[in-house]
């Protein structure tokens, strides 16, 4: 018997007919909301929303009252500063001229998306209560021919524990152009949900970090969506620390040839923590390359999950598809799912997949330990090794020393009694 | 006074007895080698005397450096100044060979109260010890054993050895697998570590690393015991009739 759900949908409609009575997009989105997913929906099964569902909160409206802000602070990015979903002007840095910054309006979301036509994302919640319930729509268009080489910082404050934001941004790399973009996600609140557009034109890049390191109350629901054309590269790489459920979902759609897609993540679970990281990769075309590279690293009672999904369609001849998932158990009440899904309906591919789950290797700690290294430095000199493979791999050099860094700190946490 | 001293231990695994009652006084200056059949439990002595798990004695006594050896953990016991030299290598993906290196090294040389090394300081000395043991400077940056050939490991076994100066080496057919050069490097390393404070135990299953490290005792452990001790002379005799006359089965 499941217990009561609070309902949430007759919250966000009381919302939108509150705050946007006129706006019939928002409602298309409303409209497909009815209720959380439940366990017996395959995409959710392992990644069980209960516990939301019977939090009772509503979405954040800005008030008159001025929140104590952030202020960004580095030199060495252009921030842009959003509290609770909402972007935060006098604290964030002027971009420069290659960037243009607009606001949106649910049309152009709508209008945006008029491309994807997968039920798991037309029926994400994320998609819909953010759709129906956004403040700000940003979008960031890097004009073409750019190489932007300074990074953006995207600083997703929050603090609003009994609401749910909803930051919304739409991020267009015209061609030939390269954007470099490090995302913090830093929020107390009962419910993020941030969906993310990226479209990526011919031939351009984007270098894309996100700190998932929500607080621990704080469930994320992030959604990210991306679209690639001809010879475009798009590099994520999560850290997914934080909150106490935080699922990161993207879903990718590869429309031109020899475009590259590499969706590489790092989780890192302690105490009743339960981290997912869901993707989907969609080949279109021939000559593409995708990769969902995964490490996690588990202690006391945490839960994480992986479920990469692959889909190759019959002309998109001569891809490669990798997609490999790494977890490392810390606790023998700690649990690692991973479901990998293959649809492959091209015959001229290359696609690997593979999954392991496992404790610390006791010869190699006796290695060490055998040195006069003692246990608990060995461990921790073994995870550091298992996470800094991946993200060298992944992260590119500007963003290098602080993802290793925010990696040391989360590692240290999770490693604590 | 002795550097080690191995009083009537025994050893089961799984109830299966493999060592009953194997005693052995190690003094300093000593080179003492062991031989023996596969699977007489040579292994087993030295990942007694490293303090693995699962290696736990049901008797006797050890001790090292006049310290109850089983009282202290492994890596306290190479603090103290007792080396491994395995005879299989661990593979360390990911661990890079220099930081490995460092880190041990500054382990020991703060038990010993000596200053750490500093990045540059230690790299230097790595690099020179490394050299000698024609360990390439390339080598040190991948992952410790990984990707290492056979030699290599062995190599880089006596690179470690020779970087922790321990009191008391511990080699467990580091000649194994070695080429004719491999095994004069490595014996050179031995015989240059080699002093009137430290010793060391080689086991071995080939006289032909005995005429390069030339050892003052010779065991034979058999049937979980040292069934026969002699001089270099023991290893000839076995290099020429095996074990027949020494070990039970044989
Ligand atoms: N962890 C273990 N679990 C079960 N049996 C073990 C274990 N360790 C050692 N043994 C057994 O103890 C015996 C001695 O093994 P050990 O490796 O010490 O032999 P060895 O003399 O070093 O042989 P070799 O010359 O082949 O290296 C063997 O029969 C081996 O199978
Ligand atoms: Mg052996």
Known sequence: MQRKHNDFSKAIKKHVNENYLKDDDRRSFLNNFSDWPSPTNEKWRLSRLGKLARKSFIPYVSSSKKIKETSATNEDFFSLVFINGIFCKESSDKLPKEIEMSFLSAKDLISNLRDVNNRSVLNHPTLNITGSCFQDFIKLKIKANCSIAKPIELLQTGNCPHNSIHPLILIEVEKNSKIKILEKFKTNVALNAPLQILKLEKNSKIEFIKFHNDDSETTNLSLLISFLKEDATCNIFNLINGGAFTRSETHSYLKGKNSSMNLNCVYLSTDSQHHDVTSSIYHDFPNCNSSQKVRGVLNKNSTGVFQGKIRVEKKAQKTNAQQMSRALILSDKALSNSKPELEIYADDVVCSHGATVGELDEEQIFYFLSRGIDKQKARFMMIEAFLSEIIEESVDKVFLDEVLNETEIAFKKILEN | ?250
């Open chain 2, 1 to 250: 006074m002795s550097i080690l001293n191995i009083k009537n231990i025994h050893l089961s695994i799984e109830d299966k007895s493999i060592l009953k009652g194997v005693s052995l006084n190690v003094n300093p200056g000593e080179v003492h080698a062991i031989m023996g059949p596969n699977g007489s439990g040579k292994s087993t002595l030295s990942y007694i005397l490293s303090g693995k798990e699962g290696y736990e004695l049901s008797s006797g006594n050890i001790y090292f450096d006049n310290k109850d050896l089983l009282e202290l953990s492994a890596n306290e016991r190479s603090n103290q100044g007792l080396f491994l030299a395995f005879q299989y290598p661990v593979e360390l993906p990911g661990v890079s060979s220099m930081n490995f290196l460092r880190e041990a090294v500054n382990v020991r040389r703060k038990f010993l109260g000596k200053k750490e090394l500093n990045h540059l300081e230690f790299v230097k000395e790595a690099r020179r010890l490394a050299s000698s043991m024609f360990i390439k400077d390339e080598m040190l940056k991948r992952s410790v054993n990984v990707g290492f050939s056979g030699g290599e490991k062995k190599r880089f076994e006596i690179l470690q050895m020779m970087l922790l100066e321990p009191k008391l080496a511990i080699l467990d057919e580091t000649d194994s697998g070695l080429d004719v050069d491999a095994l004069k490097i490595v014996s050179n390393g031995v015989n240059n570590y080699k002093g009137k404070d430290n010793a060391v135990i080689v086991i071995t299953h080939y006289q032909r690393l005995l005429d390069y490290i030339v050892p003052d005792y010779v065991h034979i452990l058999a049937d979980g015991v040292i069934k026969k001790s002699g001089g270099p002379e023991l290893a000839k005799i076995i290099e020429k009739n095996g074990y027949a006359g020494i070990v039970d089965a044989a």
